[in-house]
């Protein structure tokens, strides 16, 4: 499964940006994509995830300013941030969860990950 990612780059703090996330590889089926981050010196933490039915997921952190929604047909993954300040500055990264064609086991993939930097 490859992941393609890109949105991210500089804004100031109360702007917004846009994230994508395309996956391809055939014969894998997607349960769950997100989004986490990892901020210099800090670990990595989760954003917004999102199962195939719909269900998401927010770290409290985002609540109310972050949307992440999928397209199914494009398995594509999106996170909309909103009101964005200092503390968003991170490194983006794309996961997807699945399992491929007759098999029963979950594999996890990670993109790249996208810079996302908000100057005060």
């Known amino acids: 499964v490859q992941l393609v990612e890109s949105g991210g780059g500089l804004v100031q703090a109360g702007g917004s940006l846009r994230l994508s996330c395309a996956a391809s590889g055939s014969d894998f089926s997607i349960n769950a994509m997100g989004w986490y981050r990892q901020a210099p010196g800090k670990q990595r933490e989760v954003v917004a995830t999102v199962t195939i039915g719909g269900n998401t997921n927010y770290a409290d952190s985002v609540k109310g300013r972050f949307t992440i929604s999928r397209d199914n047909a494009k398995n594509t993954v999106y996170l909309q941030m909103n009101s964005l300040n200092t503390a968003a500055t991170a490194v983006y990264s794309c996961?997807?969860?699945?399992?491929?064609?007759?098999?029963?086991?979950?594999?996890?993939?990670w993109g790249p990950g996208t810079p996302v930097t908000v100057s005060s």
């Open positions: 996961t997807v969860v699945g399992t491929w064609y007759a098999s029963a086991a979950l594999y996890v993939y």
